[in-house]
């Protein structure tokens, strides 16, 4: 008597979760051109002191530069107009160079919900504030639209010609916070909606 066996049907490994939505990071800038620039300095500062400490060990005279240097330091007095201002300067590019290694920049590029877990993607504030006007204006009584949008929130203003200003204000809301939800942002902003009247001209 022959037994057969049931075939064994592994299943795949879930994929992995993706982060929940309000939790995507920021994008971070690459901030080419600080880094190039502080790396050309230090490079030219570091290697012209090195030749000259290279000359000193192989016995010759200093650098001319590095003796009216070290001179100049030694009788320029600490509360000088020059000094005072150089270290103002100094202190201000090193705040500057700490700030940018802290903050993540590029703010016109909003985090959207992140779907796949490897696949991150952005979208441009001016075009998610193009979509919101574009979306208001198709509004019935809307004759003119201004879109602010920030990261945390949308300010728009619209201009209505006709139509009851509740009426316009009750449809805008509703269009404007599907378009918000529709963008997919991982933080979407909030909505602050003002409807008014056209001034009279004259």
Same mark, same amino acid.
């Given at each position: 008597?022959?037994?057969?066996?049931?075939?064994?049907?592994?299943?795949?490994?879930?994929?992995?979760?993706?982060?929940?939505?309000?939790?995507?990071?920021?994008?971070?800038?690459?901030?080419?051109?600080?880094?190039?620039?502080?790396?050309?300095?230090?490079?030219?500062?570091?290697?012209?002191?090195?030749?000259?400490?290279?000359?000193?060990?192989?016995?010759?005279?200093?650098?001319?530069?590095?003796?009216?240097?070290?001179?100049?330091?030694?009788?320029?007095?600490?509360?000088?107009?020059?000094?005072?201002?150089?270290?103002?300067?100094?202190?201000?590019?090193?705040?500057?160079?700490?700030?940018?290694?802290?903050?993540?920049? !590029? /703010? @016109?590029?909003?985090?959207?919900?992140?779907?796949?877990?490897? =696949? #991150?993607?952005? *979208? &441009? $504030?001016?075009? +998610?504030?193009?979509? !919101? /006007? @574009?979306?208001?204006?198709?509004?019935?009584?809307?004759?003119? =639209? #201004?879109?602010? *949008? &920030? $990261?945390?929130? +949308?300010?728009?203003?619209?201009?209505?010609?006709?139509?009851?200003?509740?009426?316009?204000?009750?449809?805008?809301?509703?269009?404007?916070?599907?378009?918000?939800?529709?963008?997919?942002?991982?933080?979407?902003?909030?909505?602050?909606?003002?409807?008014?009247?056209?001034?009279?001209?004259?």
């Amino acid at each position: 008597m022959s037994t057969e066996q049931a075939p064994v049907v592994e299943k795949p490994p879930p994929p992995p979760a993706a982060p929940p939505a309000g939790h995507e990071p920021r994008f971070w800038s690459p901030r080419r051109a600080p880094a190039a620039l502080v790396a050309v300095l230090v490079l030219v500062t570091a290697g012209a002191f090195l030749y000259d400490i290279a000359a000193v060990r192989a016995h010759h005279p200093a650098m001319h530069w590095r003796r009216a240097l070290a001179h100049r330091l030694a009788e320029q007095p600490l509360d000088d107009t020059w000094v005072l201002a150089g270290a103002g300067i100094a202190a201000a590019l090193g705040l500057w160079l700490l700030i940018l290694a802290v903050t993540p920049g !590029l /703010r @016109d590029l909003l985090p959207m919900r992140r779907i796949h877990p490897d =696949v #991150r993607a952005g *979208l &441009r $504030r001016d075009a +998610a504030a193009l979509l !919101l /006007r @574009d979306r208001a204006m198709e509004i019935s009584g809307v004759r003119r =639209v #201004r879109v602010r *949008l &920030r $990261r945390s929130r +949308a300010h728009v203003l619209a201009v209505s010609h006709f139509r009851e200003l509740d009426e316009v204000r009750g449809d805008l809301e509703a269009a404007l916070t599907d378009a918000i939800r529709a963008m997919g942002l991982a933080r979407p902003p909030a909505l602050t909606l003002h409807v008014i009247r056209p001034g009279r001209k004259g």
